[in-house]
């Protein structure tokens, strides 16, 4: 830290040139090596009448004269090293201007602004001091979380919970760079700050009780931390037994809630052609949204004959229907009949504001994720929908603000299916209806452009796929410039945070997750008493 | 300079304490020339020397030094053929000391009194017959704070070879310095800027800093 205070008061250099699109060129300090400076690192800019509060966005090197890279010094001497050093060779650095920070009592009460315009010639550009990282991206309180520090700081780099979970937001990154980590923190996160119910389709069962490091030591999830507030589904019980996780809720699904829409969306997975995903409305109508699916794995040889002659199927079709139908038999949470409403039950906890994790258990893949996952969030938005609706007349109080966290996003919304899936719309509508999406994804190229357009915030680990980085920072004001930050992530815990809930994109170092200080951070200490005095309570209870 | 000319060349700065050792003879804006009290006892070339005068001292750089006779038309003649040694020449001839004499010149690189100094040109000439002394190492250390003069001195128009003498004045100037390498370095970077369009002529007046 000492360093780091001493450092605050190193001027870096001045600025030279530039505009405010490309951003400004500044001239390294005879005094400061380039190999100090690093991509992603935060620089304030003192103006003549802003502060001005920037990224550094490229170093480079410099010459004054193009023939002393021809005929290069003799650096060999250290004498002429340290001359030539700083003047006849010098470093420069892209700074990326964001925001400025005024001087007068107006525009502190303002905030930081985003910045129109650029500093005057030589201004002085010192690295960022903590108090700056503070003055942007606020401290910790009711409504911002501390998701990390930025590079080689240690000030907390907040993210405006409320800001965030106004809008669907998305979290991208290589396999292994932390996905599911940095997800975890947010939807902690969500839940501390009481911003909004999340309810997570939990693909690989790693959220909910207890997930692994890629070291492979485990690390708690959120039932773990916050008992009292948040449930785990199951569609697979046996799994979660095993893994001796206490399940509130097993979540069966009657045939009679899978409608015609769902086949189709599973066509790829289900290996159906575009003419058998036709015929499911065609017998949908024939036989009633709710029994179709009964009704057709029901039929036997005769009947199905005669189905096809009646309808004007084609035998093919109907075969490559039936092949695929009778791919959902292997699914144990799909049964003829439910017991129980599933939609009602999550909507029952969500509405109490208890957060859902369903896991998937050994049904992790992606039809049996596909299916599941857009099936309930149909009914729920559906719901959703209508509360809104009454609220807008008056009859009831809004709801809470519903978030749901998807993962392999480009499954879902991809351009194909985006249209036609219930995440394309949410993803479209954003918060008209109080639901907003966490989508996960490490392809998003694969994403539907205008679904990644309405993303408020990414939150995006390490890239390098050409594509994947264009489609993350689509629409984004200094793109280049963040690409090449993006690019240079390293592989664990740093990713770069832009959009709604944070005044400028910053990289951060992502916060400790899975050491016991880390959970005590976030508020386990009190679950644990709290754990501790229910069991005293039972202890009376007996005794 | 080898360390042994340096050390000398230090303990007469330091010796020389403002010592008075010639007197202005010729004087331009941008330079003059003094004639040494004693023959072939003029300051080393570079050194810092200054002379007295209004609004300010004139302070300069030597940048050339000359033993000539003192008439014209009269050339020096060699005379040792039959002698032992150098010096009996003079004591067989004590009029030779008389006959010859040391000039120097000196490239005007800033004026002012006390500590307050202007490293460019002074409004008016040295003062003919004005007294020139050599400056005490405070004097030059303090001097050389500010390298302005540099510019002064790397760009003049002289017949000897400008950044030998931009060279001899810094390594002399370097010694006056608590740590002459940090000096040379911060004189090296400033000249860097000066010459930033032409980095051959930098590259070789930085190999004579050392």
New interface residues.
Partial sequence: MTSQSSEEQTPLGVVVSGSLTRGVEVRLD?SVSVEDMAVGRYVAIEGTKHRFFGMITDVSLET??P??AI?P??VS?P??A???T???TYGKLRVLPMLTIGGDAASILEGPQPAKTVPAHFSGVKLASQRDVEIVFGAEDEKRFYVGTPLDMETKVCLNIAEFVKRSNGVFGKSGTGKTFLTRLLLVGMLQKNAAVSLVFDMHSEYGWEGKTEKGYKVKGLKQLFPSKVAIFTLDEESSKRRKVSTDVVVRIGYDEIEPEDVELLRQTLNLTEASAQTVYQLAREFGDRKWLETVLNLNEDDGKQLISRLNIHDSTYRNLRRGLENLRRFSFLVPRARENSVQRILEYLDRGINVILEFGKFDDFAAYILVANLLSRRIHAKYRENAEREMGGEVAPSRPLVITIEEAHRFLNPEISSRTIFGRIAREMRKYNVTLLVIDQRPSGIDGEVMSQLGTKITCLLDDERDLDSVLTGTSGKSELKSVLAKLETKQQALIFGHAVPMPVVIKTREYGTAESYKELGFLEAAELKKKTEKDIEDLWT | MDTKEIKNQKSKVKDGYGSKIAEVIEASSAEFTAQCYKLDQAPPLGSLVKTQDRPGDIYGVIYNVETHSLEPGRRVVARGQNLEAEEEIFTANPQLSRLLTTDFRVLVVGYGEGKNWHQYLPPKPASIHGFVYTCRLEEVSAFTQSLDFLSLLVNAKIPVPVDEVAGACLRYASQAHGDP?AF??KA??E???IM?????R??SL??R??
């Fill in positions: 005879v004054i004269d023939r002393l005929t010094p003799d001497d004498f002429i340290q001359v030539i700083g003047t006849a | 390498n040379l370095v090296g970077k000249l860097a800027g930033s369009n032409d980095v051959n930098l590259n930085l190999k800093l050392k």
